[in-house]
């Protein structure tokens, strides 16, 4: 594989996404939670289908990106 375990993918994913929020607050950039907020309702009553639908089209990801994050959400990693 070329980037490594599971395990260690998510580990490093870990290690940027704090590194851009150090990037963010030091550039006084505030991150928009109302989106995922929204889609965190979404997971918890239970409709999956339609928070991938409102991930995808908020951030133009793709299925898969949408699906994986929204599962990230489910699995409380997110």
């Given amino acids: 594989m070329m980037f490594g375990t599971d395990r260690t993918v998510e580990s490093r994913l ?4 704090r590194k ?4 963010l607050r030091h550039l006084g950039i505030e991150e928009d939670d109302s989106e995922l907020a929204q889609i965190r309702a979404l997971v918890d009553e239970g ?3 339609q928070a991938i639908k ?3 089209e908020t951030t133009g990801a793709s299925l898969k990106e949408a699906k ?3 599962d990230a959400i489910k699995a409380g990693r997110r």
């Fill in 14 to 17: 870990v290690r940027v996404e």
């Fill in 20 to 23: 851009l929020d150090l990037i």
């Fill in 47 to 49: 409709r999956t289908m």
């Fill in 54 to 56: 409102v991930h995808r």
């Fill in 68 to 70: 994986d994050v929204v």
